[in-house]
Structures are given as structure tokens and as C-alpha cells.
């Protein structure tokens, strides 16, 4: 039995004291036990303990690009679909090897900034004119691998595209690398769970996968597994309500919701544009909200209603997405602030209950709330610390400037006042503690692979 003393540990109802956490060697929490006397042998939390944070939103490859479109390019000015091209051209040529190293790199960085687990979306499938690999599943066995170098836990998410826009546009060239027919993407999966991951699927978004295929796609994954996660992007850009309200006459997830039995194991990616009443029956359906703030600011998105959103008490988590930024504190710091800055308020994101002292906290509000939607898109059991979900946990340090301050207090700081350096120190993945005093074993080589390929790939574009 392994076991770790805390002498303070957010768990599902709020900071608990003298926490003793025991686990078995498959990494599954066996008893979380507040109130405990310490164990003389037992080994001590050097901060406060906080649960893991799902990452429910990854495309690994666009790690070696972030920050490198952050320039005019077009007249008359850049837009989410200008950033869209340079990607793409990004994209044209990365090799499974260049794929595995990219992907390494970001699970080390994602480890030490507090995530624990990742959502994969995952549409890099096929080599650069389009031909199959020898195996089909290259590109998902490589995310895979990285996922075990680096010891995150993996959601694998193989993702459908098809066409180009609403009604079945023929798909672009710069496009064949992700296309797949229905049955072939259903296979990827299959060959995913043959060795062992959690895996569901992803129909890219509604302007790539025609109904028909939606339908196809979601009733094929459930016949082989009737949990799966099913996520998708959706209304992130107002060009795409346009264009969804032309085709059909309906919103995105307004169509979503009237054609696809939309429900809690659902992933809504972005949602950012929402009338009020696809607002209410989004909560309302069961399905998580994946919101993404840094890379939705850097591409322009628009403002996600979380106030509202929140309140009507849908599920939600965040993700790192095109990794802008990869920093659970800097997703959920951004997303309080859109907030604020559109209400011109302060303090918008909090829970119902009076909390500690009549004080509502938005940190320790915001951690679990992400931290149970993450859950719940990933499909794995790391909803909480509590028995029988895994013991995916990180610990801040308490002994630099959180010293001294309640646990609240500990956990505001690093989500609201960064220092320019990460209050991150250790964190265990299903009890394996993979980052030490804020390191990981791997970072140095990790780090010297992935500017090695990045360099091969800015040569290229
Ligand atoms: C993606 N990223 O699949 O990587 C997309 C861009 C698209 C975001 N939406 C491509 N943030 O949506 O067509
Ligand atoms: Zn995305």
C-alpha cells in the first residue's frame, strides 16, 4: 500500500485538513481519509494537495508552432482562418517520429504546469499526400507512446474530417492528410483500444462531417464501447453560425442538439457563440463544455458566457488546444477574466454555497468544477480525490511565497498571481510521481528532441 499524508487536500466538497491518501499498485486512490492522524512512516505533501487537472482539449503537433504566427499576414487583417492556412502549412510534412517527439515535449510541459491527464484530438492521421501509413494507426501509436514516455494519462480521440464546409464541400488539398471514410476511422479506433487506451472519437466539427456520417460515426463507436467520449468542435468562430444558419436554418448546436443524441458523454469544444436558449439546453443535456481561453483569445474567438453558463450549472473543462499557453492556472485565470471584463465586475465565477467564512472562493471554485468536467470528457476515473478514481494529484509548494497562507489563499495565488513562475512542485499520475520539486526526469532530452524537429519543420515550410 502507498500512501501520502497531506496537511491540506482539496476534495469534492472543499480544503480538508490532515488528509491521508492510500493507494493500490494499479494508481487507484484505495481510501481518502481527512482528519487522520499522521503515520510516523507515512511521506508528507510539501504544500497544499490539489486534484489533477484534465487537459480536455490537445492538438499535440501544433506545440512546435505555437507562437510563431504572431505577425500581420494578410490584408486586411489576420483572422482565425489566416491562422488556420499557416497551421495547416505547418502541418503538411510532420513525420510520425517528428509527431512522437513534439507530443513528448508537450506531456513533460503539461505535467509540470498541473495537468495530469489529456484528451488527444487527434487528425494528423496520414502521411503528407494523403497515402495510409503501413499501419493506418501510425500517428495515434506515436501520441500514444509519448503519452507513456512522459506518464500523462491519455484519452485518444481519432478524429473524423470529411469536407471542407457545410453540405459536403469536396475537402481542400492542404486537408488530406486528416480524411477519413467512416468505417476506417472506426477501425483506428479499434486498433487504439487493442492496446489498451481509453479511446472515443471526434467528429472534427459540423463543416466537416456531414450528418449522415455523424450518425454512423457516434452509433459505431457506442456498438464497440457505450461509453466512449465523443467530442467535437463547435460555434468557436461567428463565420461558422453564418454558414451553419445558411445551410440548415438552425444554429450549430442548435442543430447539434436537435440531431444527435447529445448527452454526457459529449464534448462541446469552444461553444463559444450561443443564443441564451442553446445556452440553457446545453446545461441542460448533460454534455461538458470544453473551453479553451488562451488559445480562444489568440485566435480571436469571441467571449464564452461562462457566468451564465455556470450558473445553470453545466458541465465544463478546460484545454490547452493549440498550446499557446499550457498552464492549467493560466486557462482558468483568463476564463475568470473574460468574465470580468465584460460584466466589468469582479470575482464572477463562484459557487452557490457561502463557502469558508462567508468568502466564495473563484480558485478553489474554478479547480474543481474543471477538474470534474475534464473527468467526465476524458471518461476516465479521475473525477476526484476520493476512492476508486485514480490518484492523479499535484501538490504546490509550500515552502516559497505560499508559505504561510491558508489553503485557499495558496491555491488563489497560483491561479491569480503569477510570479512568472510555476507554484507547481510535485505530481503523481496514478500515484507515480512524475514531476519532482518541479522537474521531470525527461525535460532536458525531451526539450533537445523537440528543437531538433521543430528546426527540421521551419526549414521546410
Ligand atoms: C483544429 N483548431 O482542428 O486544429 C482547429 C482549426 C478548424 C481550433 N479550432 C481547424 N482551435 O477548426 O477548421
Ligand atoms: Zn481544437
Not at 39 to 49: K, M, Q
Not at 282 to 296: N, Q
Not at 357 to 363: E, F, I, L, S, T
Request: with cysteine; aromatic share 6%; hydrophobic share 45%.
Amino acid at each position: 500500500m502507498n500512501t501520502l499524508f497531506a496537511d491540506h487536500a482539496l476534495l469534492p466538497d472543499g480544503w480538508a485538513r490532515d488528509v491521508l491518501l492510500a493507494w493500490d499498485d494499479a494508481g487507484a486512490l484505495t481510501s481518502v481519509t481527512a482528519g487522520a492522524a499522521a503515520p510516523i512512516d507515512a511521506p508528507r505533501a510539501s504544500g497544499p494537495l490539489l486534484p489533477g487537472m484534465p487537459n480536455l482539449h490537445s492538438h499535440a503537433f501544433q506545440r512546435a508552432f505555437a507562437g510563431l504566427s504572431e505577425y500581420r499576414n494578410s490584408t486586411p487583417a489576420d483572422s482565425f482562418w489566416t491562422w488556420r492556412d499557416l497551421m495547416y502549412r505547418f502541418a503538411r510534412d510532420i513525420s510520425p517520429d517528428q509527431l512522437e517527439v513534439i507530443a513528448t515535449q508537450l506531456y513533460v510541459e503539461m505535467l509540470r504546469a498541473g495537468y495530469t491527464a489529456v484528451c488527444e484530438f487527434h487528425y494528423l492521421h496520414h502521411a503528407p499526400e494523403g497515402q495510409r501509413y503501413a499501419d493506418p494507426a501510425e500517428m495515434s501509436m506515436r501520441l500514444l507512446a509519448a503519452a507513456q514516455h512522459a506518464g500523462i494519462g491519455i484519452t485518444l480521440l481519432p478524429v473524423l474530417y470529411q469536407d471542407a464546409g457545410f453540405g459536403g464541400q469536396p475537402p481542400r488539398i492542404d486537408q488530406r492528410r486528416y480524411l477519413n471514410r467512416t468505417d476506417a476511422l472506426l477501425d483506428i479506433a479499434q486498433r487504439i483500444r487493442a492496446q489498451g487506451a481509453r479511446v472515443g472519437v471526434a467528429p472534427h466539427s459540423l463543416r466537416a462531417v456531414g450528418p449522415q456520417a455523424l450518425r454512423e460515426l457516434v452509433a459505431g463507436v457506442h456498438a464497440i464501447d457505450a461509453a466512449a467520449p465523443v467530442h467535437l468542435h463547435i460555434a468557436e468562430q461567428q463565420q461558422e453560425v453564418d454558414d451553419c444558419l445558411a445551410w440548415s436554418g438552425q444554429r450549430p448546436v442548435e442543430w447539434l442538439l436537435a440531431h444527435a443524441p447529445v448527452d454526457a458523454r459529449w464534448c462541446l469544444v469552444h461553444a463559444t457563440h450561443l443564443s441564451d436558449a442553446e445556452g440553457a439546453a446545453l446545461a441542460a443535456s448533460g454534455a461538458v463544455v470544453g473551453l479553451c481561453p488562451t488559445t480562444e483569445a489568440n485566435l480571436g474567438d469571441g467571449v464564452f458566457d461562462a457566468a451564465n453558463y455556470l450558473a445553470a450549472r453545466g458541465a465544463w473543462g478546460i484545454g490547452s488546444d493549440s498550446h499557446i499557453s499550457v498552464d492549467a492556472a493560466e486557462e482558468l485565470r483568463l476564463l475568470e477574466y473574460t468574465q470580468r471584463l465584460a460584466q466589468q465586475r469582479r470575482n464572477v465565477l463562484v459557487s452557490d454555497d457561502t463557502g469558508v467564512n462567508n468568502k466564495r472562493q473563484v480558485a478553489d471554485h474554478l479547480w474543481l468544477g474543471a477538474v470534474t468536467g475534464g473527468a467526465q470528457a476524458s471518461g476516465r476515473a479521475i473525477r476526484a480525490l476520493a476512492p476508486g478514481q485514480q490518484a492523479d494529484f499535484v501538490v504546490l509548494d509550500g515552502n516559497g511565497t505560499l508559505a504561510g497562507l491558508t489553503p485557499s489563499q495558496a491555491l488563489a495565488s497560483h491561479v491569480f498571481a503569477n510570479q512568472g513562475r510555476s507554484s507547481v512542485r510535485d505530481v503523481f499520475v496514478a500515484g507515480t510521481r512524475r514531476i519532482r520539486d518541479g522537474e521531470h526526469a525527461l525535460q532536458r532530452v525531451a526539450c533537445e528532441h523537440f528543437v531538433a524537429a521543430r528546426g527540421e519543420l521551419l526549414r521546410e515550410v
